[in-house]
């Protein structure tokens, strides 16, 4: 087959001393995926593809669990439905032991369908419908009330069912130069927690068992987690002294951060991104320090992006190139940013799975779908790639498979490999059929 021509362009290449910034990067090439050749991969499963490693997640569970274990005694890890609710993505984290973490109706039959009892299921968010409270409340779950209407409601369900509820509840704060999550849960430093514990304890129908913070996303700084802690405690003996309220859990939430690089980020992410020793250190060190060893709460972790997004791979297909009036030269790829939400966040990792030699220019990579916004990476160095050569884009495990969504193009195979090599199926490529099954014509038109 002939091959397109495409017009030189000139780089002017700087000889002498090898400047501030050292050797000029060499691209690696990646042609397998834990030991499975992206050939077959894309041969078998199509392109584009996203791929799980049930190794990687295993792994990436157990070096948490032993960073707080080792360093706690009380710890129980629950998985964040929202990063990723694909079912065996849910039940390979079940079967390792983790909890359910849901913030939603969805998400809590989500967990119950994959047979997580009520009492293991942790119901976080700003909006719980009454029905799906109540629900909640009487089988037994762990919920964290996030305002005054949720602690209203659940008042109504314990008069109605005419038994006590147990709830949680969320809590904020200042945390120094840290911008708080203060439109979640209550505040701590204008008094309205402490109104709340007191209005819940006057009415005589709830029972306040723990307590819950989430400070935010993508936490680089382990700091912040141990200045949260402290408020937390600090909060529990208050209402400890003043109501007699003995704490069972504290849930610190989630946040920790994946090996992903943020846009305009300028250090590599391997020298940014905490151990999760360092998370552990500072949560374990001032729990231990300042609650008596027969008294210590139950610390449950709701750990999501920092397990998962480095266990799944985005696998992609060259469609085009072209050269673009700056001189830039432009790839496009058959994933847009319909399957990839997260670039609009992320600068990924794209690595050439076929090797071409080592010589790079800076590119964009665009997706395949007719809008301008289309961007997977808008300056990155990759080697000559030609249509039809495969890319692996990583990591992309973390929220990318519950914000994908059908825009212009269908949404693809998602695989997982197991442990022994075995290759499976975990969600099947859509059809047209599917995407509109519930539509209907009105009768009307014909």
Known sequence: MKKLYEKPFITRHHGGIINKFGEPPRTQIYDSIDGIKVSELIGRFGSPLFVYSEKKIKEQYRRLLDAFTLRYPKVQHSWSYKTNYLKAVCKTFHNLGSWAEVVSDMEYEMAKKLGIEPAKIIFNGPFKPYHILKTALTEGAMVNIDGMDELYDAEKIAHETGNPVNIGIRLNMSLGTYTAWDRFGFNIDSGEAYRAVKRAVSGGKICLT??????????????????????????????????????????????????????????????????????????????????????????????????????????????????????????????????????????????????????????????????????????????????????????????????WLQFIQLRPNVVMIGENGDISVIREAETLEYLQEKERVPEWMG
């Open 210 to 403: 723990g307590l819950h913070c989430h400070v935010g996303t993508f936490m680089l700084d382990p700091d912040i987690y141990r200045m949260a802690v402290k408020r937390l405690i600090e909060f529990s003996k208050l209402i400890k002294d003043e109501f007699d309220i003995t704490i069972k859990y504290i849930d610190i939430g989630g946040g920790f951060a994946s090996r992903n690089k943020l846009k305009g980020a300028y250090l590599p992410t391997d020298e940014i991104t905490p151990a999760f020793d360092s998370y552990a250190e500072a949560v374990a060190d001032e729990l231990l320090s300042a609650i008596k060893p027969g008294e210590l709460p139950l610390l449950i972790l709701e750990t999501g992006r920092a397990l998962i997004d480095e266990c799944a791979s985005l696998i992609a297909s060259v469609c085009a190139v072209k050269r673009l009036p700056s001189g830039m030269r432009a790839v496009i790829i058959d994933a847009g940013v319909n399957l990839l939400f997260t670039s609009f966040w992320y600068n990924h990792n794209i690595l050439p799975a076929v090797d071409r030699g080592y010589v790079t220019e800076d590119h964009v990579v665009y997706g395949p779908l007719c809008m301008q916004i289309d961007v997977i990476h808008p300056q990155i160095k990759l080697p000559h790639l030609e249509k039809g050569d495969a890319v692996i884009i990583g990591p992309v495990g973390a929220y990318n498979n519950t914000q």
